[in-house]
Nanobody, 118 residues
């Protein structure tokens, strides 16, 4: 089992920045890829950034150039640096982990709220 706890969310003005963190514990040796999802009210959860154990990175088109995902391999903890925040970035942000052999993300945190005011 893997436990994930997000932090770093908050209320910021448009154009501001935040750095989200995800603390991973438990069987972290079994983690392959890690990612950040977000879900805005009334919308589906979407993958915004992901990083594999080999360092491959994915970004959703809507966040390219503004979001940067990184990973502390020693802690298997992914970070998400969010710059140039827009009101449409307002959402609950979730950290997710995929263990080796899984077909998708199978561990989830409780989320951290990001609210961007215009």
């Amino acid at each position: 089992q893997v436990q994930l706890v997000e932090s770093g969310g908050g209320l910021v003005q448009a154009g501001g920045s935040l750095r989200l963190s995800c603390a991973a514990s438990g069987s972290i040796f079994s983690i392959n890829a890690m990612g950040w999802y977000r879900q805005a009210p009334g919308k589906e959860r979407e993958l915004v950034a992901a990083i594999s154990s080999g360092g491959s990175i994915y970004y959703a088109d809507s966040v390219k150039g503004r979001f940067t995902i990184s990973r502390d391999s020693a802690k298997s903890a992914p970070y998400l640096q969010i710059n140039s925040l827009k009101p449409e970035d307002t959402a609950m942000y979730y950290c997710a982990a995929q263990h080796v052999g899984a077909s998708g993300y199978d561990y989830w945190g409780q989320g951290t709220q990001v609210t961007v005011s215009s």
